[in-house]
């Protein structure tokens, strides 16, 4: 082996460390942020805070989220997943931790550029990503605890921030109900991923909803978070005379309660689906209850 093999042996692949930072995990986060724009009802003076902010919510703030979880989840994904990039050798030695750190960083410089709301919302985002994977915080060990940080952290965060910076202030108190909402409903996708990492998880000590209250409950209660956030999203439109919109979301709802039956009948086999046809119709709320509130008098 040549001096230059062996220092490119020491250095991640940029295929690996894109496969690190999990593009596939970028459109919550992205989505969010854009329901906050237009949820404000007002044009943008800039569409660069914009395009700014999606690039920062999805490339870069969840991207190093994922980057900072799957180094402090080497040993557990060792068991589960021993092709990620970690475990498997092609993110070599500290490599990992050095990609979320320097992410880390990247977040705050970009998020200062976003103005005072841009950057405190993103100091929030990079303290709740390290808090939910970093000993001795570690968030996910506590399958509620967990979900529900990131939930919060993919819909309801990027939400607000983006109506914080195209309102260059604070969001209106239904912009904020609606936001946190979606944020707390969205525990139920998070728990979702847990199906695929039981055994690792149960190996490894970590507490989430499939390994202690088996499969078939915790379906059903991610499910159920889902379903019962939406309906108060719903029963919030119809007072703020939004009936139209709710209905849409209610028949969004009702796809979702279809499918959790079909789930529950295999959960672990069919989380992948479920994570398609259950989720899809949430996300359009998210978007449907944006537009409804850019309706709603100030």
Not at 68 to 87: L, S
Not at 137 to 166: D, H, N, Q
Request: proline share 8%.
């Amino acid at each position: 082996m040549t001096v230059s093999d062996s220092i490119q042996a020491r250095l991640p692949h940029p295929a690996a460390m894109l496969e690190l930072i999990k593009p596939i995990t970028w459109f919550p986060p992205m989505w969010a942020y854009l329901c906050g724009v237009i949820s404000v009802g007002v044009w943008p003076d800039s569409w660069a805070l914009v395009v700014l902010g999606v690039l920062l919510a999805g490339p870069i703030v969840c991207g190093m989220s994922q980057a900072a979880n799957d180094w402090c989840d080497r040993h557990v994904d060792a068991i589960n997943e021993p092709h990620r990039p970690i475990p498997s050798g092609r993110i070599p030695g500290r490599w990992g931790l050095y990609i979320a750190l320097a992410m880390s960083v990247l977040s705050l410089g970009v998020g200062w550029l976003l103005g005072p709301w841009g950057f405190g919302a993103t100091v929030v985002g990079v303290l709740a990503a390290w808090a939910y994977s970093v000993e001795p915080i570690r968030a996910k060990r506590s399958g509620w605890w967990g979900p529900g940080l990131v939930g919060l952290s993919y819909e309801a965060l990027p939400w607000f921030t983006g109506a914080a910076v195209i309102a260059a202030g604070a969001p209106r108190f239904e912009i904020v109900a609606i936001a946190v909402l979606y944020g707390l409903g969205a525990h139920g996708i998070m728990t979702i991923n847990d199906f695929k990492a039981i055994e690792g998880d149960r190996q490894m000590g970590l507490r989430s909803l499939p390994v202690t209250l088996g499969p078939v409950n915790a379906a059903t209660v991610a499910g159920t978070v889902m379903v019962l956030a939406q309906l108060v999203v719903v029963c919030l439109l119809v007072i703020w005379g939004k009936p139209l919109h709710a209905a849409a979301i209610a028949v969004g709802i009702g796809v979702q309660i279809w499918a959790l039956g079909r789930w529950r009948t295999d959960p672990a086999k069919l989380a992948p689906w479920f994570n398609g046809t259950g989720v899809g119709p949430y996300v359009l709320g998210m978007m449907v209850a944006a537009f409804a509130l850019q309706g709603l008098p100030a």
